[in-house]
């Protein structure tokens, strides 16, 4: 097990209806020495690529993005979540269904901080049915930038967004693959890697 798994299997909580809560270490309370291990395990993971900027959503991507931006030395930018109707123009939109909230977000970036110079790797905390991923990499791709590669603290191997990223074609990193989750038992299956 690498230094996740084994923080997942100490800490990690599995919830009804295939959610693992983190939330003492990762998207409520944050550990800050773990996040700075994932930070520089994004970085090895991504060493060869030509990145300039890294790119989240809204809110418990920011601060695992946070420590990666700081590893590659780069700018972070984060899609907001917004109500508001008329921002075409100055900004990038996509639609996001929330996999834990079950409702629909405009997702927007403004149009200043993303262009076609920019060479992104996106990251987020869960990789669930793909939603958020892909309303990512539609914004990335309709500013003209390069999408390096994506980078996710856990995805759940039994949901299809995994499946669907890699079928894009691009590099997608899980630093932990959840391929079972047992409620009653409280046990968690990893992907070997
Ligand atoms: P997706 O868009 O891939 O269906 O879901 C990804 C988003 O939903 C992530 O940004 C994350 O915030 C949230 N999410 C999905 N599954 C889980 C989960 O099991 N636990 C937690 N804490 N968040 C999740």
Redesign the pocket.
């Known amino acids: 097990m690498n230094f996740l798994e084994e923080r997942i299997v100490k800490d990690g909580i599995i919830k009804p209806g ?6 003492s270490f990762l ?1 409520h309370q944050m550990d800050i020495d773990l996040l700075e291990e994932i930070g520089r395990e994004f970085k090895r993971r991504f060493a060869g690529k030509n990145i300039n900027k890294v790119m989240t ?1 809204e809110a ?2 920011i601060g695992i993005a946070a420590f990666v931006a700081r590893e590659f030395h780069v700018p972070m930018v984060f899609a907001k979540k917004s109500k508001s109707i008329n921002i075409e123009g100055e900004m990038y939109v996509a639609e ?5 909230h079950k409702n629909k977000n405009q997702v927007i970036v403004s149009k200043k901080f993303l262009g076609p110079g920019d060479h992104v790797l996106i990251i ?10 892909q309303g990512l990499v539609s914004i990335a791709e309709s500013s003209g930038a390069t999408v390096e590669g994506l980078g996710i603290v ?1 995805e ?1 191997g039994f ?1 299809i ?1 995994g499946k669907v990223i890699r079928n894009l074609g691009y590099q997608l990193e899980s630093l932990a693959i959840v391929d079972a989750m047992d409620p009653d038992a409280g046990t968690v299956t990893f992907r070997p890697q």
């Open positions: 295939n959610v693992l809560k983190v939330d998207n959503i418990s991507g996001v269904e929330s996999f834990t987020d905390d869960f990789l669930a049915n793909g939603c958020a991923l856990i759940k949901q967004g």
